[in-house]
């Protein structure tokens, strides 16, 4: 299968800009492998023509930061804060005491707070 050049519309594409509200603080942890990351729940509101197929309001989506300068943004995160992230979606693997778990979450490559 040939795939198509970068930037055209048949490429393949991850990516996923949120525009939101921060659920709660964010929260810095360390792996078993020493690798450190930091999460945070973004609420998004739903936009009406959503409202109108659902009674869900709104979506959590959980981020995920590997990058140290991202990890530094949203280190100052506080709940209600709006932000913005940019990034892919990834679905991670990980052991857990109850056994092996997935979690689909936006890995953040940039994340800004926006002033109101």
């Known amino acids: ?69 991202v990890q530094r943004t949203m280190r100052n995160w506080q709940a209600g804060d709006k932000v913005q992230v940019e990034g892919a979606i990834r679905r991670r693997f990980f052991r857990a005491e109850s056994g092996a778990v997935s979690r689909v979450e936006v890995e953040v490559k940039r994340a800004k707070r926006i002033r109101p």
């Open 1 to 69: 299968m040939t795939e198509a050049p970068v930037g055209t519309p048949d490429a393949p594409r991850n990516e996923v800009v949120l525009c939101g509200r921060v659920a709660a603080p964010a929260e810095e942890r360390e792996l078993p492998s020493g690798d450190c990351l930091m999460t945070a729940r973004v609420i998004v509101d739903r936009d009406t023509a959503a409202l109108s197929r659902s009674s869900q309001r709104v979506d959590t989506i959980d981020c995920v930061a590997w990058l140290a300068r």
